[in-house]
């Protein structure tokens, strides 16, 4: 167990519907990151944030993610008009400004399937 | 763009075996490397990182060595043992950026 919390673990939706993932990292002070990951694959970067500003996105995040993370505590991913391209392991991520070494570290991650 | 590639893709060796887990990498211009280690269904949890400026990192039976300067890396395991079996996958940051580009991983079964 990293510290790092990811709610809920698993979630069902049909297409078209809206999902909401949250991450409670270790903590407030730190960088946050979300990943995605599709079976046979390695987690691919979607964005992620520096206390509560959002420093990056990848081309991955279309119009239909959004992320935010206020007060820099913890953070939410959301996925309107989910498609069954969109079904995958969407993982949270921390790590430490100054921290020991700059290891990430992972939650346990959300597994969505879209119907 | 940063690419990264794990060989073999999969792997089924008898317990005790020494083996080598490989990940390559195409810009060099890198400031770490990880590795991690991923159960089915489950997050990452990270095994190792090694700095730039460093060759090698060992934590237990693990050993990573880093040639930056030809894009490699390895992942040696002594003596394997059944509970060994997982996913490993190295990664590497974007350049000048701290998202972590992943390798595909190579899948380890050992059999007891």
């Known amino acids: 167990d990293t510290g790092v919390s990811q709610d809920p673990r698993h979630k069902i939706t049909k297409r078209g519907q809206n999902v909401t993932f949250r991450c409670d990292p270790i903590?407030?002070?730190?960088?946050l990151y979300w990943y995605r990951q599709t079976l046979g694959q390695g987690p691919e970067f979607l964005t992620y944030f520096q206390n509560e500003a959002q420093l990056e996105k990848s081309r991955l995040l279309s119009d239909r993610f959004s992320a935010e993370r206020p007060k820099g505590s913890f953070s939410t991913l959301e996925i309107q008009r989910t498609e069954q391209g969109d079904s995958a392991m969407y993982l949270c991520?921390?790590?430490?400004?100054?921290?020991?070494?700059?290891?990430?570290?992972f939650g346990p991650g959300t597994r969505l399937l879209v119907l | 763009k940063q690419e990264v590639t794990q060989i073999p893709a999969a792997l089924s060796v008898p317990e005790g075996e020494n083996l080598v887990l490989n990940c390559s990498f195409t810009?060099?211009?890198?400031?770490?490397l990880q590795w991690f280690r991923q159960d089915p269904g489950k997050g990452l949890t990270s095994l190792l990182l090694?700095?730039?400026?460093?060759r090698e990192q060992t934590s237990g039976r693990l050993n990573a060595s880093l040639d930056k300067s030809s894009g490699r890396s390895t992942l040696y395991i002594a003596a394997s043992q059944p509970g060994d079996s997982a996913t490993y996958l190295c990664a590497v940051p974007y350049t000048g950026r701290r998202a972590l580009t992943f390798g595909s991983g190579t899948r380890l079964q050992v059999q007891p």
């Open positions: 090694i700095q730039s400026s460093q």
């Open positions: 810009d060099s211009a890198i400031y770490n």
């Open positions: 903590s407030e002070h730190n960088r």
């Open positions: 991520a921390n790590d430490f400004i100054a921290g020991p070494q700059e290891t990430q570290y």
